[in-house]
Structure formats: structure tokens, C-alpha cells
């Protein structure tokens, strides 16, 4: 039987499969999406992501920003995304800037990258952050001001699924740009990640936390530490585990839209 060690390293390999948000269950099939105004504000997507736009993409309506996974298809959440969409909302799913394989990735799989899950509540002495991590925070809070800008939402909700959770949470525990609600589906809180939850603007923020309890790419007791950790200094998450693997069954989805458009 393989170390844990031994299947981090394997899993981090180029044979890794993409994280795409796998259901155990069909997908809803979305009702249709309200019609857009033809006086539609300017594309979001610019230079560094691509955006798909669904729903009423119009002033003051409530706004989900949805991140996919490593190496998964730019477009892999949109599907989820029009499902999740309501009356008087919209959503957003960027494709994230790097190209990885045939899919794209918010930063490259290496020994780097893994080092920079937390374990404990305390940055390491030579603790350095990975610029590929601040890039892809930068990329993603600069889209959440274009949208504060041009639309003026009512409710904001960045979600990410795998390697979008760890930075959906990373986004999500900063000062600004507003976040009034964070979902980590399947992911990790990152050491990067540390400094924003000492500073304490998360304390009062709403995060949904899920984790497949037989997760084998990234293990079970990684969320259940995150859950701790956050707790530590006041952010309380409803923390949903689920008996499945490394995906998004019906019932996170359904958990999901309730949490992003509930009251």
C-alpha cells in the first residue's frame, strides 16, 4: 500500500487526472436563463480571464463567481452555472489564465505549490508566498471590482471547486474587494491564504465548506483542518462533508445555489 506521501507525489504527476467537477448525480437541467437587455454592460473578461456570463446580468442583482479546478476546461462550471441561476442573478465563471495540458490551471502543480497547504495556524519562518498564487488572486479580485464597478451587486459569492476552492477561500477572507459569502467545494485552506485570516476580515463572512469524506486527491482531514483553523479566529463555516470522492454530487449543488441566492 502507497504512503500518504508516496500518493501526494503521485497525484501531483503529470498522469494526475484534471480536476473537473465530476457529479455523482445528472446535472439539473437549467431552466432558461431571463432574457438580456440589449443595452448590456461591457464584457467582464479582459486581458488575463476569459468570462462566460450567465442570468440577468444587470445592476444590483446578486452575483456567484464560480472557479473551476486544475486542469479542468475553462468552461467545466458553467453548466453547474446556469443551473444555479435565479431570478434576479448572475454568474460568473472565469477560465483561469494558464494553460495545462488541454485544460487551464490558476497555478501549476509542483512541489511548490503542495508545500503551501496549511497544517497548522502558523506560517512557517522561511516562508516565502508563491507569485503564481498572487497572480491568480490578483486576476480574480481585479474581475470582482469590474463587476463592483459596472454593476453594483446586491449580494456577493465567490465559490470554487478543488484548486477554484483554495483560491475562492483565498479571495474570499480578504479586506477587499467585497466577498459577502465564500463556498469551498472539495479544496484546502492555503498557507498564503494565513495572513488574511489573521487580519480578521472574515470573521462574520458566510463559508460553506464541502468535502467528499474518500476524497483521493486532496484527503478529507485538509478540510476538516481548514474548519479549525478558521474557527480559531472567528469565521465560522457550515462545514457539509459528503460520502464520495473527489467531485460535486446533487446535494452540494443544490446546498450551493441556497447558499449563494438564499437569504
Known amino acids: 500500500m502507497l504512503s500518504r506521501r508516496q500518493l501526494l507525489h503521485a497525484l501531483a504527476a503529470t498522469t494526475l487526472p484534471a480536476c473537473r467537477s465530476t457529479p455523482l448525480e445528472p446535472e439539473p437541467t437549467a431552466s432558461a436563463a431571463p432574457a438580456r437587455s440589449a443595452a448590456r454592460v461591457p464584457s467582464l473578461s479582459d486581458g488575463t480571464l476569459r468570462v462566460i456570463e450567465l442570468g440577468t446580468v444587470a445592476r444590483n442583482n446578486d452575483a456567484l463567481v464560480l472557479l473551476h479546478g486544475w486542469g479542468a476546461p475553462g468552461d467545466d462550471l458553467a453548466s453547474l452555472g446556469r443551473a444555479l441561476v435565479r431570478e434576479n442573478t448572475m454568474v460568473f465563471v472565469p477560465a483561469a489564465p494558464l494553460n495545462e495540458g488541454s485544460g487551464r490551471a490558476w497555478w501549476h502543480l509542483d512541489a511548490g505549490a503542495r508545500a503551501h497547504y496549511a497544517r497548522e495556524d502558523a506560517l512557517p519562518p522561511d516562508f516565502q508566498p508563491l507569485a503564481a498564487i498572487t497572480s491568480a488572486r490578483e486576476a480574480v479580485q481585479a474581475l470582482l471590482r469590474r463587476i463592483h464597478e459596472r454593476l453594483a451587486p446586491s449580494l456577493v459569492t465567490v465559490a470554487g471547486f478543488s484548486q477554484g476552492a483554495m483560491l475562492a477561500l483565498d479571495v474570499g477572507l480578504r479586506c477587499e474587494p467585497r466577498v459577502d459569502r465564500v463556498a469551498v467545494l472539495s479544496g484546502s485552506l492555503l498557507l498564503d491564504s494565513l495572513p488574511a485570516v489573521h487580519e480578521g476580515?472574515?470573521?462574520?463572512?458566510?463559508?460553506?465548506?464541502?468535502?467528499?469524506?474518500?476524497?483521493?486527491?486532496?484527503?478529507?482531514?485538509?478540510?476538516?483542518?481548514?474548519?479549525?483553523?478558521?474557527?480559531?479566529?472567528?469565521?465560522?463555516?457550515?462545514?457539509?462533508?459528503?460520502?464520495?470522492?473527489?467531485?460535486?454530487?446533487?446535494?452540494?449543488?443544490?446546498?450551493?445555489?441556497?447558499?449563494?441566492?438564499?437569504?
Open 201 to 263: 476580515c472574515g470573521r462574520g463572512r458566510r463559508v460553506l465548506m464541502t468535502h467528499g469524506r474518500v476524497d483521493p486527491i486532496l484527503p478529507f482531514e485538509n478540510a476538516e483542518r481548514a474548519v479549525a483553523i478558521l474557527g480559531q479566529h472567528g469565521i465560522k463555516t457550515d462545514f457539509r462533508p459528503f460520502d464520495g470522492r473527489h467531485e460535486i454530487p446533487g446535494s452540494v449543488r443544490a446546498a450551493l445555489g441556497d447558499f449563494a441566492f438564499g437569504p
